[in-house]
């Protein structure tokens, strides 16, 4: 009874969210608002722009992130890699803003001189990279160590066992730990907020700000018309819609893949 | 040079595939292997018995230079294949694994991989497929591993959806795929039952003719069935080495005789 109880303690908050951003974002949902820029009253900018900056995270974050793991995984039995282990764990840890506001002072001001989706996509990799990093690790190292010998037994060189035995076995597990870091990544704010500043137009190019749908839930619920603010709400219900259908197809997905 | 043979006495061996001479080995600061001086015969089956922590399969992996993949891991001395040093610097490791294929304890198929990649995985991992005929390579390999009949139908099944027996014999064939010259079986009936025991046993006596057969058990009766030759082992050195029948009818040393009559062990 107690346990029934705390779960639904915990579930409450879930669902009262979900009901808020329901009731008051699916009547601001048409095509006008999904496909139209800033102007016409639409977030089809931000729905853009949230596409192209999953791309390019993941472009960047993905290869970064999983080469990191399996370096631990299968090489981490060194006091670089329990270093780099420790870092990676502050770096999941990290508050976003930090993230944020570096890559605009590093990025944004220094290196490139405007806000980019470039910055915003380099800020966002700092907090994937770490993410794909950790769940990398721990698939591979769920792969056990007999396959791993038969490979070697077999005459085959460490990185043709790595790449050809141990991340095939780990390749499920490698799969829902990335997608899911992804869609953790796809609903941060502070990251962007600095980096690529947001855009009443469509892309621009790649040296003008940009919007995304998480800074334009931020950026309208600041605004004092109450068409706007419920712009924000209908920008929320999209976003949790894009992330929640990554994650439930991720976890079906995954279920239906072979069992490890 | 003394040399394993001469060294244990009055065996005459003129096929020798393999050696070891003053072979010790360590896991960090623990010795596990002593000076150990072993001559393995060609197309013969030399078994290593000893009782458990003797170092017997520590010696088998130091052969295809499998005990070095163990953090920490040191070993000393030599292991001569064809009279050729596998510990000198030059020595790629990987090339030897290819002549001195090997088998584990528990079977230990690719469990991402269907029978019949399985077999071919060898082939596929060390690039050594060029220009034959995998189908052909596959169905031979299983033959001979005496799976073929079991497993025709399903080559494309998941390599480990058959039962432990059949995928103990399936990394067997998956071993003889890649042509080895010894193959070395770490207790390779252990996790089985006894019959399924008992068809390894038969194909395992059946490899000798093409191959070079090192086997660790600790099955003293298996060792007497299918072994030409056969080591004692104890505490990481090497008690006595000669013919099976003689180890077993005629041990030299007392303490070879009360581990094989079960006083200890």
Known sequence: ?260 | MPVGADHQGDIIMPNMKMESIELSAWFGTKQALKDINISVKTNAVTAIIGPSGCGKSTFLRTLNRMHELVPGAKTTGQVLLDGKNIYAPEVDPVMVRRRVGMVFQKPNPFPTMSIYDNVAAGLKLTGARKGQDLDEIVRKSLQQATLWDEVKDDLKKPGTSISGGQQQRLCIARAIALQPEVILMDEPCSALDPIATSKIEELIVSLKSDYTVVIVTHNMQQAARVSDLTAFMYLGQLVEFGETTSVFENPKSELTEKYITGQFG
């Open chain 1, 1 to 260: 009874m107690l346990c029934l109880l705390c779960v639904i303690i915990a579930i409450v908050p879930l669902l009262s969210i979900l009901y808020e951003v329901i009731v008051r974002g699916a009547p601001e949902i048409n095509l006008n608002f999904l496909a139209a820029d800033g102007l016409h009253g639409g977030i089809g900018p931000a729905i853009q722009g949230s596409l192209i900056l999953i791309g390019l995270t993941s472009l960047i974050g993905i290869p970064l992130g999983i080469l990191s793991g399996v370096y631990l995984a299968e090489f981490g039995n060194n006091k670089y890699a329990s270093w780099m282990r420790t870092i990676n764990d502050i770096l999941t840890e990290f508050p976003s803003i930090v993230v944020g506001i570096t890559a605009y002072s590093i990025i944004v001001v220094g290196l490139i001189g405007t806000y980019s989706p470039f910055a915003g996509a380099i800020a966002l990799s700092f907090m994937l990279i770490p993410i794909v990093a950790r769940t990398t690790e721990e698939s591979m190292k769920l792969v056990p160590n007999s396959v791993r010998e038969a490979s070697m037994a077999l005459g085959a060189h460490r990185w043709r066992t790595i790449l050809s035995v141990v991340v095939p076995s780990a390749k499920g597990g490698l799969i829902t730990g990335t997608l899911l870091a992804v869609a953790r990544v796809a609903g941060e704010t502070a990251p962007i907020l600095l980096t690529i500043l947001g855009n009443s137009y469509f892309f621009q190019g790649f040296n003008q700000p940009m919007d995304a749908l998480p800074l334009r839930i931020f950026l309208n619920s600041r605004m004092p018309q109450p068409e706007i603010q419920a712009q924000a709400w209908g920008a929320s219900l999209v976003l949790i819609l894009i992330v929640l259908t990554l994650n439930i197809g991720i976890r079906l997905a995954s279920r239906s893949r072979s069992p490890r």
